[in-house]
């Protein structure tokens, strides 16, 4: 099983940045597909954003698309998200989720895709 940490969540003004931290430990990090996800208060976990294990695939959500930036350094064993324009909406814990996959191209975009959680961060956005 992989050991997923994030970092890098806290409190910003809307229309600021940050960028989230993923780093992956515990086995290989070879063919391992990554995604991000976030939970607001009262609202159901829910998808951001993917990434393939080669980095060559992503995908976003439409309510993130144009503001945020999925990336991941293999010879680092870590994802990122950089989040750009952030929204009073876009206060979450966001988490970051991994499984392994067969092939380097492929992306998962669902909750029960993935087996492997992090404990999920805190980002909150101020009007």
């Known amino acids: 099983q992989v050991h997923l940490v994030e970092s890098g969540g806290g409190l910003v003004q809307a229309g600021g940045s940050l960028r989230l931290s993923c780093a992956a430990s515990?086995?290989?990090?070879?063919?391992?597909?990554m995604g991000w996800f976030r939970q607001a208060p009262g609202k159901e976990r829910e998808f951001v954003a993917a990434?393939?294990?080669?980095?060559?695939?992503?995908y976003l959500s439409d309510s993130v698309k144009g503001r945020f930036t999925i990336s991941r350094d293999n010879t680092k064993n870590t994802m990122y998200l950089l989040m750009n324009s952030l929204k009073p909406e876009d206060t979450a814990v966001y988490y970051c989720?991994?499984?392994?996959?067969?092939?380097?191209?492929?992306?998962?975009?669902?909750?029960?895709?993935?087996?492997?959680w992090g404990q999920g961060t805190q980002v909150t956005v101020s009007s």
């Open positions: 515990g086995r290989t990090f070879s063919g391992y597909a």
């Open positions: 990434i393939s294990w080669s980095g060559g695939k992503i």
């Open positions: 989720a991994g499984r392994f996959a067969d092939t380097g191209g492929s992306y998962f975009l669902l909750e029960y895709d993935y087996p492997d």
